[in-house]
């Protein structure tokens, strides 16, 4: 009896500990991982989960890297293998599914209506992250932008594999970019012989991640599988290297069949090349100028700007001077002066308003000389007026030193109200601060062109 009793009280054990087990436990060989996409256009990923964490390494709209962990308005995540870091929940989402576009030129619209405004197109195959769904729309994530497109178009995508390809640069230089478009920005530089990660394939392009731990999109043509897939010879990788410039598809003639190599390039598009630029990043020092409710200080927030303002100037090619370099105080005369002696083409002196009336809002162009200012002034109409974060004031005429002493084609910019607790909070964020220098850096190429 006592033998058939314990031999109960097992079975009733077993029985409880089959019906505890949870239901949707996975076995160890599938795939659990959560995905988060990043949302804005550059992104810091950061030591911890807050501002004065030490950045680690940008990320870009449109990429998916492995959820880890959501704490106080920040998500971590898994940016290289073995590497975690922190980036602001703003900019970034989680991961319903992954889908490829089903047809060519898909419309994405900012709504889910068909009275939604299209802000771009998808191509067929594309592999797009969608986290939201309403009625027959979904909202999705691609590298250019973030809107919705019809679910009917869409269909699950294929995981990806879990085996990584390994490439081979074949080209002397090979230029990296945010997304696979010849038009994008140009994050990094690949030289011949470096082997490189193959994560995604996307159309003519490879997004890849180099041993140094960056990553970014490279032309497929010019990196080889190491099994020796990619290109189809190797002179047609030496002629890949040395292509001339202006030729978009030439017939090589060799021994064999006649060969193509397209989509020949000059290599970084240096559209400002030859142009000096002085950036004036305002007040310094003891002038520390407007401050928010919050302790936002202009003359940090100005240098900030300056700063991420002067990379992408210099990617286009420009010469980039700073009037200050620090928290150092710089007399107006002295930035003027920093104008006439390196002869620039453009002076652009970056501040962030303030007024007695908290409600003022948004962003204001000033010039002073209405023949050498206003052509400079007038660029930035069109970029500023895109940007959906703070409405754009317009441009105005500014009795200012820095405009009125200046012999140099020149405007003073207001990025924003530290006296409006809105615009304060905004013009603080990375993703306020990457979204304004780039459409700076656009003005200022509109200019020149």
Request: proline letters at 4%; hydrophobic letters at 40%; one cysteine or more.
């Amino acid at each position: 009896m006592r033998r058939g009793r314990w031999l109960a009280v097992l079975f009733c054990l077993c029985w409880l500990m089959i019906a505890a087990w949870p239901a949707g436990a996975k076995g160890e060989n599938e795939n659990t991982d959560e995905l988060a996409v990043v949302t804005a256009d550059r992104v810091n990923v950061r030591q911890g989960p807050g501002v004065p964490y030490r950045p680690l390494a940008n990320v870009h709209r449109g990429e998916t890297y492995r959820l880890l962990d959501v704490k106080d308005g920040w998500v971590k995540i898994e940016w290289k293998p073995n590497r975690t870091g922190w980036i602001a929940t703003p900019y970034a989402a989680p991961v319903q599914r992954m889908e490829i576009v089903q047809e060519d030129r898909l419309r994405l619209r900012q709504e889910p209506s068909l009275d939604g405004r299209i802000i771009g197109h998808l191509a067929q195959g594309d592999r797009v992250a969608v986290i939201q769904e309403e009625g027959e729309w979904k909202q999705i994530v691609t590298n250019e932008a973030v809107g919705w497109a019809a679910a009917s178009y869409l269909a699950a995508a294929e995981p990806l594999r879990n085996s990584q390809r390994t490439g081979v640069v074949t080209a002397d230089s090979l230029n990296v970019r945010i997304a696979p478009s010849l038009d994008a920005e140009r994050v990094g530089r690949l030289v011949r012989g470096e082997h490189v990660e193959i994560v995604e394939t996307k159309q003519d392009w490879y997004k890849i991640v180099a041993r140094s731990g960056s990553g970014g999109w490279v032309a497929a043509d010019y990196v080889e599988m190491k099994s020796g897939q990619a290109v189809e010879s190797e002179e047609d990788a030496v002629v890949a290297s040395v292509s001339p410039v202006g030729v978009s598809l030439a017939a090589i003639q060799g021994n064999g069949p006649r060969r193509y190599v397209s989509r020949w390039t000059r290599g970084p598009i240096q559209a400002l090349a030859g142009k000096t630029v002085v950036l004036d990043a305002g007040h310094g020092g003891k002038d520390g100028g407007a401050q928010s409710v919050n302790g936002v200080v202009e003359k940090a927030l100005t240098m900030e700007t300056a700063e991420r303002l002067k990379e992408k100037l210099e990617m286009y090619g420009a010469r980039v001077v700073l009037t200050r370099a620090g928290d150092d105080y710089v007399p107006l005369s002295a930035r003027v002066a920093a104008a006439r002696l390196y002869q620039a083409d453009a002076f652009i002196s970056l501040h962030y308003d303030s007024a007695a009336d908290r409600d003022a809002s948004g962003i204001t162009v000033y010039y002073y000389d209405r023949f050498a200012d206003y052509g400079l002034a007038q660029s930035f109409q069109g970029p500023f007026t895109q940007l959906s974060t703070l409405p754009f004031r317009g441009i105005a005429f500014g009795d200012y030193y820095v405009l009125r002493e200046n012999e140099r084609p020149s405007v003073l910019l207001e990025l924003g109200y530290l006296s409006n607790p809105s615009d304060a909070g905004t013009v603080a964020t990375d993703g306020y601060q990457e979204a304004v220098t780039t459409a700076i850096a656009s003005a200022v190429r509109r200019y020149f062109e």
